[in-house]
């Protein structure tokens, strides 16, 4: 079946420090990937998504790039900020279905 | 415009309990899914709706968990006899369209099962 890998469980840096969370997953076709972000106490909130093979999504500074050789779309930020201290989740959706196969999530804890 | 609400945000049982989850998703909204999301994991699918019709239910435990949308706009997630097992966030999300748009998810109801 469909799944999403995420290999750093925990992240944690100091402000303005560079970003990366990888994501890699496994499904047939061709998925459309998507990143969400959960604050505590609140629901998953969609960040962007990208559809197509060297599609790039972004949203509030943060991006990520569809590589389906690679079969990744890592999470990547510039300079953190103490504010984006969160839960990060990688996701997919295989061809025309409308159900999101989750990661197991990246808590990410930044540093004033 | 209006988010995802839940209610009730919060759930305390003893196993062999009956509890029910409610979810008024955004207007306009033909697609609503229910995800059960255990501590520290990421949300997992039990049931999705396009308007009234269940789509994919493989997930939900069909001997003690139900899932309605009787006119395609609000939804009832049940659970009939509860387990220790069943402690975790249930999530309710709605989205316009198929699989490949954003999914917009409420608060939560996060249920303990003692």
């Known amino acids: 079946g469909d799944s999403v890998t995420q290999t750093e469980g925990q992240v944690a840096l100091s402000e303005e420090d560079f970003l990366t969370i990888h994501c890699n997953y496994s499904?047939?076709?061709?998925?459309?990937l998507f990143w969400y972000v959960q604050y505590p106490g609140e629901g998953p909130q969609f960040l962007f998504r990208?559809?197509?093979?060297?599609e790039k999504g972004s949203s509030r500074g943060f991006e990520a790039t569809y590589n389906k050789e690679a079969t990744s779309f890592h999470l990547q930020k510039a300079s953190v900020q103490e504010s984006d201290s969160a839960v990060y989740y990688c996701?997919?959706?295989?061809?025309?279905?409308?159900?999101?196969?989750f990661g197991g999530g990246t808590r990410l804890t930044v540093r004033p | 415009e209006a988010g995802v609400t839940q209610s009730p945000r919060y759930a305390v049982l003893q196993e062999g309990q009956a509890v029910s989850f409610w979810c008024d998703p955004i207007?306009?909204?033909?697609?609503l899914y229910w995800y059960q999301q255990p501590r520290d994991q990421g949300p997992q699918l039990l049931v999705y709706?396009?308007?009234?019709?269940?789509?994919?239910n493989s997930q939900l435990p069909s001997d003690r968990f139900s899932a309605v949308r009787p006119k395609g706009t609000n939804s009832t997630l049940k659970i009939q006899s509860a387990k220790q097992g069943d402690t975790a966030t249930y999530l309710c999300?709605?989205?316009f369209g198929g699989g490949k748009y954003e999914q917009y998810f409420g608060p939560g109801t996060r249920l303990t099962v003692l």
């Open positions: 999300a709605s989205s």
């Open positions: 499904a047939s076709g061709y998925p459309a």
């Open positions: 990208a559809s197509r093979d060297k």
């Open positions: 996701a997919l959706s295989a061809n025309a279905g409308a159900k999101l196969t």
């Open positions: 207007s306009g909204h033909d697609t």
């Open positions: 709706f396009r308007d009234e019709a269940v789509i994919d």
